[in-house]
């Protein structure tokens, strides 16, 4: 025996692991041992006990599940390709640590005779009866060894798998819906529903240090996270050697070494006393984001969101959901695949469905949902984000009014490769060559006003766009002492020759020089901007800050540049999320704030970082919130306001409730403060206690309180659109002391805000994936079914009958119910030109005579020149910077209620909908019915047929109504645009295109020292502007106008999906009469098989697919 094992464990060389996570990757790890262990298959007589000890210990590190990627199943390879399950090698180990180990409280007793692992540990499950009962809920595991009679052999030890019924999976056979309650081919990634008793041994036949022991406590217990592989502490020093394949999904994994901390140090004693030896674990509890389960924080420690937070309970991150990957990627490479691949050669309906089979084998990937993360420049974004990825020092973050992001900062999730990799994206030639000219005519046009001699008040915007430019030209010739004031504009220019002569305009064959200039600096600081690209690695965050700092910084490449990607491993970011931290949008520079905005527009969630001191009463946070709102919807803003740690004393905004439990818990401080200087010394210390308690108490229901009402205020009806927007506050300079192990945080972590912001951005792309591996379950089992139909071989109808049955009722379009569509459009039409005389007239009039009250005359006189838009200074104001007042943006605020809501055009969509569904139901059953009532099928079996065919139909209502909603996203979406306000461009609106051509005509009229000049100026404007011709009756056409194509296109679509339905059904019946065709001999010889593989399968994916919930399908 002991040279048996001896030879054993040297010839052991390789250990594959199954992978499996959430991102749905499917792999086979292969770890080398040998090296790790120094040995050879030549060495196992040569092994001394110590040796074999090493050996052994090491060979369980390797397998170790907190040292591993993901669940899974672990088979040891040896040298001479036999395999050995992982109970062989427990039994192994127990034999070895029969020979030195006593009998303890935490001691595992082999018993020699069925070399059956018996556990003797209150904390620990033992096997047999005991296992049983524990499986249960309930007894206590017994603490005498079993015997072979009461404690039959359990299957193959897996530590990676999180069993739904782990008494099914004995021996690693095949499981059946009776036993695991999820039908199919064995799954040993299964992570299932049942999972009630999670217990197994972890065994070593030396114990770890102390040291390793505590950092592995936890890590014995963890079930696998939903994470694409297992976070290692920080307080690691080590690094993480990886290796990536590429598995049958076409995919890529990391997978890694055993980590560098689990080694045994020169220190590490052999000879462990007992009370450090290992105990034995049970997984139980929640997970955490980084792997394992949550561990415990404690204060005055690092905070790892990795470790001490749950991962958020949504549906991607279920055991059903990830139970359901598993099945459906095993069925489909194991099951499906190798039963059709054999045939493929012998009939195209097999070779069809093959093709389809494999080019659908893997779960669908998305991209990533992107956040954009706005607000007022000096917000505290950047400090929101750093605290939300975990790393304080992630990406410059300072309290400024002008953006310490200079550039788009976007962060990625990575799998493999460096620590980190950054990716700067330049602009193209054209769009940097276009940034030069203008910037240098903004700077021009400012020169030649000012030598003019206009006021203060006349030169406002002007000199904002030439206070951007400067900033442009100064960055970007810093070499060359740049441009550090406006009052250098006319001998920067004059040096180049670029002052232009009375309205001429600088052109791009005289800025030509410049670029040039720009591009030799890039390239003597090794970048190539032609390239459009700039790639580098970094170690750590520090040469990340340092590297970037020239493309986001002052003095740099900044203004060239698009985006900066920044990719590392982020298990928040794993979870499908891209987080884009854009410029402030009231920065100073004009350019970055429509760079800000501009690429927001991109981004399918928002949010909108402000401080929540005196949030409900800044009318600059509320309307720059409203204009948020009204582009996005609220289901896409949440608002996240910092500085939840600040204490507000006021009570005015509380309810009975809140002040009674108030003043309950002050009357309790208050006896408990006067025990403080009772003489007893025991009831003192108990008194601080109290005190110490009361008073956490106290701020955390003012907390609460504040946050109660700050929410309410925020879901008012004028900031709803589409709903209410999700309101969080986040405590930053708390969850920083956290992440850095000071102590003095105000708030304990859980209320600072941040986890909720996490699980927050989990949400959308948690829907998204399920719905797409849905939509992939819902396809592959009706392609199953309709294959499983071809193997029964059912006796077809005559080809040129069929043919006239579907001929007969499957010639329908969508074009037929396109009129009711068009009326209710024309009806919607109508209805906005009613509203015009009945509301836009007098509400419009209103409002421009409020301007002529509000500003003076010269004021009237800037705004119209500058095309409605510009910062005033009214009298009695403090503000330091003007906020920027737009005419466009009152009146667009009087359309847009109007103009958003086309109820009844949608009503009159889904009415459509519903005939469609009914047509698509009746235009089935008539071919059904016309098909069994054919004489040359009466009494063939065509259920099967039948069943594809009401597969089929459910399939394409289904799409249809899918179709509906993305319809009226892009109908609200089209509409959206059309009642926002934004500088004049050829893209704008059309009510702001009108709007300033107004403007500008009245500008032009009455030039300067006309007589009664304003007064001409808003007379002209007043009737322009409710005139036939006026920004609301154009903004109705382009409304209309925009809406028509896409009805148009959604008919188009729904017309290809249905004759999609109808192309399905007839292959069912008439695949057999085209191309290459099996006999029926042969058919009915191969048949049984392909029936018996595929049925199987199909009965293991509808169990996963009905196990959805209602609201998830």
């Given at each position: ?52 000890r ?32 992982y ?38 499950v ?73 217990s ?66 020169a220190?590490?004693?052999?000879s ?8 034995i ?20 420690t690092?905070y ?104 788009i ?79 250098d ?25 410049l ?19 700039h790639v ?95 582009r ?23 309810n ?148 006239v ?15 009711p ?117 009466r ?21 249809i ?14 509409v ?9 461009s ?28 304003t ?31 896409l ?6 679509d ?15 019946l ?12 042969r ?31």
């Open positions: 025996m002991a040279t048996d094992v001896l030879h054993l464990l040297s010839s052991i060389t390789t250990i594959e692991v199954g992978l499996i996570s959430p991102g749905c990757i499917y792999s086979l790890a292969s770890i080398d041992c040998t090296d790790a262990l120094g040995l050879t298959s030549t060495q196992p007589t040569a092994l001394t006990d110590e040796q074999l090493t050996h052994s210990r090491a060979l369980m590190r390797s397998v170790h599940p907190d040292r591993n990627s993901g669940r899974g199943d672990v088979t040891v390879a040896g040298a001479a390709g036999r395999r050995y399950s109970q062989v090698i427990l039994d192994i180990f127990s034999l070895l640590n029969g020979c030195t180990t006593r009998a303890s409280s935490n001691t595992i007793i082999p018993t020699k005779a069925d070399s059956t692992l018996v556990l003797n540990s209150a904390a620990a033992s096997t047999g009866s005991a296992a049983s009962n524990s499986s249960h809920g309930g007894g206590t595991p017994s603490k005498t060894p079993s015997t072979p009679s009461s404690a039959p052999r359990p299957g193959p030890f897996n530590p990676f798998k999180n069993s739904r019924n782990a008494s099914s999976r004995a021996g690693g056979s095949q499981t059946t819906p009776s036993s695991t309650g999820r039908p199919g081919s064995f799954n040993p990634f299964n992570n299932g529903r049942n999972a009630s008793s999670r197994f041994p972890i065994v070593m036949s030396e114990p770890f240090s102390d040291k390793e022991k505590s950092n592995m406590d936890t890590a014995l217990q963890s079930s696998r996270s939903a994470m694409p592989f297992i976070e290692e502490d920080d307080d690691i020093g080590s690094k993480i050697k990886s290796e990536v394949k590429t598995e049958a999904n076409d995919r890529q994994s990391p997978l890694f070494e055993p980590h560098a901390s689990v080694k045994r140090t220190e590490d004693d052999i462990t006393v007992d009370s450090k030896k290992p105990k674990f049970t997984e139980s509890g929640p997970r955490a984001y980084g792997g394992g389960l949550v561990r415990q924080y404690t204060p005055g690092k790892n969101y990795l470790r001490h937070e749950t991962i958020p309970d949504l549906e991607m991150n279920s055991d059903h959901h990830l139970g359901a990957i598993k099945t459906f990627l095993s069925n489909a490479k194991d099951a499906v695949i190798p039963a059709l691949s054999p045939y493929v050669d012998e009939d195209k309906s097999i070779k069809d469905a093959h093709d389809w089979f494999k080019k659908n084998k893997s779960v669908p990937v998305l991209l990533p949902t992107r956040f954009a993360l706005i607000g007022n420049s000096g917000s505290g974004k950047t400090s929101t984000l750093n605290n939300l990825l975990g790393k304080p020092d992630l990406a410059n973050a300072d309290a400024s009014p002008e953006s310490v992001t200079q550039s900062q976007i962060f990625n999730h990575a799998i493999q490769g460096v620590e980190y990799q950054v990716e700067v994206a330049f602009l193209n030639t054209r769009a940097i060559k276009n940034l030069i000219v203008n910037s240098l005519n903004a700077l021009a046009t400012y020169v030649k006003r000012m030598a003019e001699g206009e006021s203060e008040e006349d030169l406002e915007h002007v000199r904002l766009s030439a206070e951007s430019s400067k900033q442009i030209i100064d960055d970007l010739f810093f070499h060359q002492n740049g441009l550090k004031s406006l009052d504009a006319e001998e920067f220019l004059e040096s180049r020759q670029l002052l232009p002569q009375d309205d001429e305009k600088i052109t791009d064959e005289a800025a030509e020089p670029y040039q200039a720009i591009c030799e600096r890039a390239t003597s600081e090794g970048i190539n901007l032609e390239q459009r690209s580098f690695a970094a170690k750590d965050v520090p040469e990340v800050r340092a590297k970037t700092a020239k493309f986001s910084e002052r003095g740099g490449f900044a203004p060239t540049v698009s985006s900066i990607c920044t990719k590392f491993h982020s298990s928040l970011l794993a979870q499908g999320i891209e987080i884009a931290d854009l410029p402030g949008f009231t920065d100073t520079n004009e350019n970055l704030r429509k760079t800000s905005n501009n690429y927001s527009e991109n981004c399918q969630k928002v949010i909108f970082v402000a401080d929540s001191s005196r949030c409900m009463t800044t009318p600059e946070l509320e309307s720059a919130l409203r204009k948020i709102i009204k996005r919807f609220a289901e896409n803003v949440c608002l996240v306001l910092k500085g939840k740690e600040i204490v507000d004393k006021a009570t005015n905004k509380w009975k409730v809140e002040l009674a439990r108030l003043e309950t818990m002050e009357k309790s401080l208050k006896i408990a403060k006067s025990q403080m200087n009772d003489d007893d010394e025991t009831i003192q210390a108990q008194a601080k206690v109290q005190v110490q308690n009361i008073e956490r108490e106290i701020l955390e229901h003012r907390t609460n309180v504040r946050e109660r009402y700050i929410t309410a205020h925020f879901h008012q009806k004028k900031f709803q659109k589409g709903g209410k927007i999700r309101v969080i506050l986040v405590a930053n300079k708390c969850a920083e002391k956290y992440t850095l192990g000071l102590l003095g945080a105000i708030l304990p972590y859980y209320m600072t805000g941040h986890p909720e912001v996490r699980a927050y951005m989990c949400e959308t792309p948690s829907r998204d994936r399920v719905l797409a591996f849905i939509r992939l379950l819902e396809n592959y089992i009706a392609k199953l079914r309709r294959m499983i139909v071809w193997t029964h071989g059912p006796k077809m109808p005559p080809q040129e009958a069929a043919m049955i579907f001929q007969q009722y499957a010639r329908w379009t969508v074009d037929d119910y396109m009129e569509l068009d009326r209710a459009l024309e009806a919607h039409k109508f209805s906005l030109s009613n509203r015009c005389k009945s509301m836009w007239v007098d509400g419009a009039q209103q409002k421009m005579e409020e301007w002529s009250k509000t500003y003076p005359p010269r004021t009237q006189g800037v705004f119209i020149r500058q095309g409605g838009r510009h910062n005033p200074r009214l009298k009695g104001s403090t503000e330091k910077k003007p906020q920027l007042v737009s005419w466009v943006e009152d009146l667009l605020a009087i359309a847009e209620d109007d103009v958003l809501n086309f109820d009844p055009l949608m009503q009159a969509i889904h009415n459509v909908q519903g005939v469609i569904g009914e047509n698509i139901s009746k235009t089935v059953d008539r071919i059904r019915y016309d098909l069994e009532r054919l004489d040359t099928i009494g063939a079996n065509l259920d099967g047929v039948f069943e594809v065919f009401e597969d089929e139909r459910k399939l394409c209502i289904r799409d109504d899918r179709s509906i909603q993305e319809l009226e996203k892009n109908l609200k979406s089209i959206q645009k059309s009642v926002t306000d934004e500088p004049f050829e893209d704008a609106a059309a009510f702001v295109k009108v709007a300033v051509k107004i403007l500008d005509t009245a500008f032009k009229k009455f030039p300067p020292k006309t007589k009664n000049l007064k001409e100026r808003m007379g002209l404007i007043k009737n322009k502007v409710i005139g036939n011709e006026g920004p609301y009756k154009q903004m109705i056409q382009e409304v209309c106008a925009n809406m028509s194509p009805l148009e296109k959604w008919a188009a729904i017309n290809t999906r249905c004759a999609a339905m109808h192309k399905e059904l007839r292959d069912v008439f695949k057999s009469f085209e191309g290459k065709k099996m006999s029926d001999a058919r009915e010889q191969v048949g049984p098989a392909i029936r018996s593989a595929l049925e199987k399968a199909r009965v293991a994916l509808q169990a996963e697919l009905d196990g959805y919930a209602a609201d998830v399908l």
